[in-house]
């Protein structure tokens, strides 16, 4: 075993605190990572403040993990030393059942194991990247290009998957219109990724405050969700929505944003349940959706792609003193949606 610095917030809603945890020794095909930067996902304060069950505390969030690789296992042949390297949100799964050997490892049909609220391959509960250094299994490991900076890649490991892999699925490109709903962190990647794939952008936001930034990120129209007649005017104009956000919605209403065959898929996951009546669908052949992540290998092609495309999120970083106090003030602002566009925790001052 070997002690490491994180900061745990000892139960919900409680601030966070310096602490230390224990990292299991290296096994033949581990790598010991240092964590440079980790991100702060909505996911995080879903599962600290008790909104998805109970979870377990001392709780140490962090699955946008972005870092170098300082000590390999002895069989390790994907990674070396100082590699850049990054974690998302699983570290582990059966890697036996269709899912997983289909690649779709989120999906796996004996539950992945998440980088933190899981039980881990030594038997303990996983913790996550709000910390100094992660042991991770070689083949739950990505490659970080040169060409995005380690604390702007961090959030694709979690934002940019999660929208990267429903707008690969459902065809985001040339010729197709695709709407995001809510822009923050998963929101910005999807307005940047969707733009670099080729698709028509919209952004359909609380209010026009952020129009600016996301013409710079690349949406070609941004409307205000508070504003009725938007509704109106954009009915039956979408061929995909992406849904961020991370409270309930009524679903009819961005139902009927849809083109025929038109897909809405939900990737935010308010804990409140979601309504859809089902003439919401009926009129127009339309279809609802949810999407999880994405697998290993294309995390590695979402990462790769980024590079290509020189895209890395948004950031406001925690670095230097109060650590603890910035994570929980961070939190707040995130659940107020005044967060601009992800908040990235500077790991790398812990130790
Ligand atoms: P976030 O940064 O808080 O972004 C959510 C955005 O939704 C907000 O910035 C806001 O955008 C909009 N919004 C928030 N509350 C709203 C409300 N009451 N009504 C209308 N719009 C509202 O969160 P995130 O980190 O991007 O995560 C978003 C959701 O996705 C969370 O529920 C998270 O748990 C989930 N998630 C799912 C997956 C997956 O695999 N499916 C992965 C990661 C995260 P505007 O101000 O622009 O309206
Ligand atoms: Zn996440």
Not at 226 to 245: W, Y
Not at 248 to 268: E, H, I, Q
Request: aromatic fraction near 8%; hydrophobic fraction near 40%.
């Amino acid at each position: 075993m070997r002690t490491v610095t994180a900061y745990a917030t000892p139960s919900a809603k409680a601030p966070f605190e310096k602490t230390t945890i224990q990292r299991r020794d290296l096994g033949p095909r581990d790598v010991l990572i240092k964590i440079h930067f980790a991100g702060i996902c909505h996911s995080d304060i879903h599962t600290g403040r008790n909104e998805w069950g109970e979870a377990n505390f001392p709780f140490v969030p962090g699955h946008e993990i972005a870092g170098t690789v300082e000590e390999v296992g002895s069989e390790v042949d994907r990674y070396a030393v100082d590699d850049r390297v990054g974690v998302g949100c699983m570290v582990d799964s059966c890697r036996e059942c269709k899912n997983c050997l289909a690649g779709q490892e989120q999906y796996c049909l004996q539950g992945m194991t998440g980088t933190y609220g899981s039980i881990g391959a030594d038997g303990r509960p996983t913790d996550g990247g709000y910390s100094s250094h992660i042991v991770v299994d070689q083949n739950f490991v990505v490659g970080i290009p040169e060409g995005v900076d380690l604390d702007k890649a961090a959030p694709l490991l979690c934002a940019g998957i999660t929208v990267f892999s429903p707008l690969k699925h459902w065809g985001a490109g040339p010729g197709s219109k695709v709407a995001v709903v809510g822009m923050g962190g998963l929101g910005h990647m999807a307005v940047k990724i969707a733009h670099a794939l080729g698709a028509e952008v919209t952004v359909l936001s609380q209010s026009l405050s952020k129009q600016e930034d996301g013409a710079k990120f690349g949406a070609d129209h941004y409307f205000a969700t508070s504003d009725e007649s938007t509704f109106e005017q954009l009915a039956g104009s979408f061929d995909l929505i992406i849904n961020t956000v991370s409270a309930s919605l009524p679903m009819a209403k961005f139902l009927s944003l849809l083109s025929l065959d038109g897909t809405l898929v939900s990737v935010g996951a308010p804990s409140e349940p979601l309504e859809v009546p089902a003439f919401a669908l009926i009129g127009g052949r339309k279809s609802w959706a949810g999407s999880m992540i994405g697998g290993i290998a294309e995390t590695q092609e979402m990462l790769d792609f980024c590079a290509e495309h020189h895209i890395g999120a948004e950031i406001e970083l925690i670095s230097g003193d109060d650590i603890g106090g910035q994570i929980d003030a961070a939190w707040d602002r995130v659940v107020d949606s005044d967060v601009r566009y992800r908040f990235v925790i500077d790991t790398g001052s812990f130790a």
